[in-house]
Structures are given as structure tokens and as C-alpha cells.
């Protein structure tokens, strides 16, 4: 990837460019990134979470472009804390799934087609790591088009299922529904730029059945009333303490869906 002429502005895509919020911390990796989407040519860009309350990451995003819309993947702090900021300084529209984060524009719907910045953009809800995530399909983003994947899929590691707003139940069909979109690039909010969609969701499938049987084991070892702390202790056993709470959220997810 090489860099554009905007201050820390990263070339992620033909029609996509990011730029990392200086948010770093265990859950949010080197930070969150901030994406442009634009086709070459037009004047126009739509902002996809414009990230956490920081001015001068927030005058960049906003010297990119004409901004026509902003788009925000979930609710999450570290994506959405600076959206009426940037709504502010732009006057452009900020859309979630969520009304509430909402600020001068309609909520998200699944399946909608958005066309803005030259670029054609399918929303797509995948609920999961939290009830109103989406991803943001890009089907003419190269040969085999790209998403916007939010925290569903990071570029490194595995994501939270954030229980109880998020359950394992509709992340894993989630994942089954962005898999079937093939060998997609993937462009996620933390962590590097990811080729394959298809092959990534395989490998987190996989992760997820693994933990399963691992909490099934838990189970029957510590019994089928055991806590979540319990559980936890007994599945992540080098876990850090500083992504404890993510760990316990995850096993929490877990026993709803063995249990239900």
C-alpha cells in the first residue's frame, strides 16, 4: 500500500483509502481505521467511522473529499464518539442501523444500495459482535470487489462476541453470509488489510466450533451450572489480564448458545 498525498491518508483499495485514529489499546489494536471511499476521479467521498473525538484525525477525514455521507459499522466508542463532531464540520449525513447514532440522516437498511462518490455500496447487517453491525460491501472494488467489515472481522486475531448486545448464535450466520461473498478483500476497522473474505470466515468458523468444544468440555468437567468465570478460567489460561473482560463476554456468549 502506498501512502496518498493527504497526511496519513493509506491507499487500502482502488476505491478505498484509510486513515488510523490515534486510538490504540488491547481492544482496539494499533487503533481504529477511518475509511474514504471514492472513485478515482470524483470529487466526492463517504467517511466510514469516523473514529474517536480527535481534531486533527477529524480535519483530515474531512479535507479528503466533499464528504457526502458518513457511515458508521455499530455503535461502538472507539468507531462512532466523534459522528456529531464530524456531522458538525461537514453537515454530511452520519447513517447506522441504529437511529440513535444516527445524526441528520436515515438509518441503515439491510440490503440497501447506496451510490455516492462515484462508488456503489451494499449495506449489509451482520449481527454478531453487536446487534446493529454492518458490513459495507464493495462489489466493483477490484476484480473481486472488497468490504468494509467493521469489527466483525479484524485483520488480526478474532473479534468479541459482545454479549449480551452481541450473540454467537447470529455472528455465526453472519459469517456463513460473508463467506458466500468469495474471495472479497477485506478491509477491517483494526488491524491490516486482509485478502480472501471467503477464506477468513472459513478460518473464524473454524475458531469459533473450536472454542465451542472447548466450553462443551468445560462443562462437563466443571459441570453444566458452571459460571462464566469459571468457564473462562478453565478455557483462556494465558489470557491477559487487560482483555480479560473480552474473554468472559466471549464465554458469556458462548454458554447462551449451548444453553439455549
Known amino acids: 500500500m502506498s501512502a496518498h498525498p493527504n497526511p496519513g491518508l493509506v491507499r487500502s483499495s482502488p476505491l478505498t483509502r484509510f486513515r488510523l485514529a490515534p486510538n490504540p489499546g488491547p481492544m482496539s489494536l494499533d487503533g481504529t481505521n477511518s475509511y474514504l471511499i471514492g472513485a478515482s476521479g470524483s470529487a466526492g467521498v463517504v467517511v466510514v467511522d469516523p473514529g474517536p473525538l480527535d481534531e486533527p484525525h477529524l480535519q483530515v477525514l474531512a479535507s479528503a473529499g466533499a464528504v457526502e455521507q458518513v457511515l458508521i459499522t455499530h455503535h461502538h466508542i472507539d468507531h462512532t464518539e466523534a459522528s456529531a463532531r464530524f456531522h458538525e464540520l461537514t453537515g454530511a449525513p452520519v447513517r447506522a442501523l441504529d437511529p440513535a447514532f444516527c445524526h441528520g440522516g436515515a438509518p441503515l437498511a439491510d440490503g440497501e444500495e447506496i451510490d455516492a462518490a462515484g462508488v456503489r455500496i451494499r449495506v449489509l447487517a451482520t449481527p454478531g459482535h453487536t446487534a446493529d453491525s454492518v458490513c459495507l460491501h464493495l462489489p466493483d472494488d477490484g476484480p473481486a470487489g472488497s468490504v468494509l467489515t467493521g ?110
Open 151 to 260: 469489527d466483525t472481522i479484524l485483520g488480526r486475531g478474532t473479534t468479541i462476541i459482545a454479549y449480551p448486545d452481541g450473540r454467537l448464535g447470529p455472528y455465526l450466520k453472519s459469517l456463513r453470509r460473508l463467506a458466500a461473498l468469495g474471495p472479497a478483500t477485506v478491509l477491517p476497522a483494526h488491524g491490516p488489510v486482509l485478502p480472501s473474505l471467503a477464506d477468513i470466515c472459513r478460518k473464524y468458523l473454524a475458531h469459533r466450533h473450536e472454542r465451542l468444544e472447548q466450553v462443551r468440555a468445560a462443562l462437563q468437567r466443571l459441570g453444566e451450572d458452571a459460571t462464566v468465570q469459571a468457564v473462562t478460567d478453565y478455557v483462556y489460561t494465558d489470557v491477559d489480564p487487560s482483555v480479560r473482560g473480552a474473554a468472559e463476554s466471549s464465554v458469556a456468549a458462548q454458554l447462551d448458545f449451548l444453553r439455549s
